[in-house]
């Protein structure tokens, strides 16, 4: 449903006269969709300009002039190019066809006739030549002085888009005002409509860039949109009711280290969230090794001190193994039963921790995204943790919670979201940040070196017991070659007599269990691995991580690897192998040499690879807007997002000002609408 204003908008182009079924599939392939408004977001990113000459022509830049046809050269052969002579004011004008239609010419453009070109002229001996203009008419209206260059696939050209923007143009509503009067006049905007109009209509370069006032309204209006619908769902969930926690027992537990003064803040803030009425929507973000798991676990312990369960879902096998013998020494004793859920557990024992955890005997359910599945019914889950958020879709988060109806959702993150992403990708959640790291914690040495180098790191690695970590990349992104380049490595350092072993994403659990199992009591000394170790397996003892061909690796992923080691109190180095290098990827390994701060690192990662590669397309959250680019356009997000604080303060109904919702359909942010009309 939308608007009746937005109506026409929203109207699919083949409605227009002149518009066939074959140009809306054609527009359906370049703009995403093909209602007049799909059309209307593919802006043009140039313009040309053809200025009239009258006299001496202007040189290597399109121009029209007049000039009248005096004879045509037709080749004897085809295939031959066809000549046009000219007569013009500032002397003789060869126009050369390489493709043409030659009736189509003489006919329209008989010997003696006016004309009036468009195109760039070259300067020959004693004439001017011509080739293929790019318009041909008889009068000069039929030349449009400024032409806007749009994007374009498909051989079709640019004018032809043109064209079809201006036949639409009457579909192009006027749209009431929804920004308020301060900010109009603050901003120099223009009323929506004609910011539309100029950004199609540039007459600069300029004009199509952030630099233009049209652009920056266009783009404001999106984000605006975008910040509001995240700040009204978030108020909706707000006004829900909450599983709310009233504490009837105390678990205590014997933790081997004090909480950093961030757990601490962390937990106080969760605390709160589990007690109050509405249900907790938090994200928990904090760098490798910052200590994550602990917070996790004392916000278990809060709900099932409170007489509830809770879920703790971890993105793979080996982590979701390793949190629960972790949690499972820690609970120790304290007569709470927790459970390990992935798809190894199968047959009667399935059955039992499914049935377990329907009556509640199972207070703690540890798993991987077997914990989603139908079957598993809870009886009361209270909190759903979701470790590792980036490696799951945004619905296997919110699947969790669901099982439960006002279930709180705990997501926990080491992948350092920069401040635009965290804004526009969570912005419906709360957010926390574990900003220090535990005392005692060894820097990691990080070099970089080529590959060549690996038979001396073979040397110093027979002279020592340190326990390595080998990650050898992906190859051509297929797994099976990803498998090959593991098992390489595995074989042949085997060869040279290390105790080795190997991990991959296509082992079976147990396999993987044995192995992680054998390395953590130090019986392997070398495990090579695909990048499945990459979050949170923690080896204390395991102080030298080797990453072959890092250059093919995201920064983000380097650090979350780097961060394996370092945990013990040796000191640690991580040795970048790296292949053939260009200036800018040494300068992307560079980056990880000279920081630990994982933040850092990220925004780094961002502006050198962009969004999309970073967090993968569809996690991103970025390709949700039609002309907004981040993190380019920050300033106008802050303030997108301080409009969107002031609405929610002042109208959070958007009762007053209605034309919000215009806005808000505008962008299809319907879901936010819907939550205005539940209340
Ligand atoms: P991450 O945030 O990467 O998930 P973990 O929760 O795995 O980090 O914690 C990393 C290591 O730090 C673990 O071995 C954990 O036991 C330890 N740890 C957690 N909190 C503290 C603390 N306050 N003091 C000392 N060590 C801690
Ligand atoms: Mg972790």
Redesign the pocket.
Known sequence: MTLSVLSSLFSDVSTIKGIGPKTAQWLRYLCGGSSVLDVLWHLPTNVIHRPFCEKKPLQNQPICIKAKIDEYLIPPVRRRPLKIICQTDFGRLDLIFFHYHQASLTDKFPIGTDVFLSGTIQVKDDFYEMVHPDFMALKKEDIPEFESVYPMSQGKNSIFFNRLVQKMWEKVPNLPEWLDEETLKESGYLPWRKSMFLAHNPRSLKDCSIESFARKRLIFDELLAHQLALKLIRRYHQKQKGISCEIKAKTQLN??????KA?QKVLDEIYQDLSASYPMNRLLQ??????????ALLSALKVIDSGYQSAFMAPTDILARQHYE?ISTLLDGVGIKVALLTAKEKGKKRKEILSDLAQGKIQLLIGTHALIEDNVVFKNLALAVV?EQHRFGVNQRLALRQKQKGCNLLV?S?TPIPRSLAMTNYGDMDISV?DEK???RQPVTTRVMHLSKISQILEKLKQTETQVYWVCPLVKETEKSDLMASEKRFEELKSFGFNVGLVHGKMKGDEKENVMRDFKAGKIQILVSTTVIEV?V?V?NANLMIIEHAERFGLATLHQLR?RVG?GNQSAYCVLLHGRLGEKGKERLDILRQTDDGFVISNKDLQMRGAGEVLGVAQSGFQQYRLAQLPEHQDLLDRADIYAQKIMKTDPELEKNKNLRILLYLFERQKAIMTLKAG
Do not use: I
């Open positions: 933790l081997p280290f004090k909480l950093t757990q904090g760098d490798v090794g910052s200590g994550k798991t602990v917070v972790k470790d926990m080491a574990l535990p005392m005692g949170g923690d204390p961060g945990r």
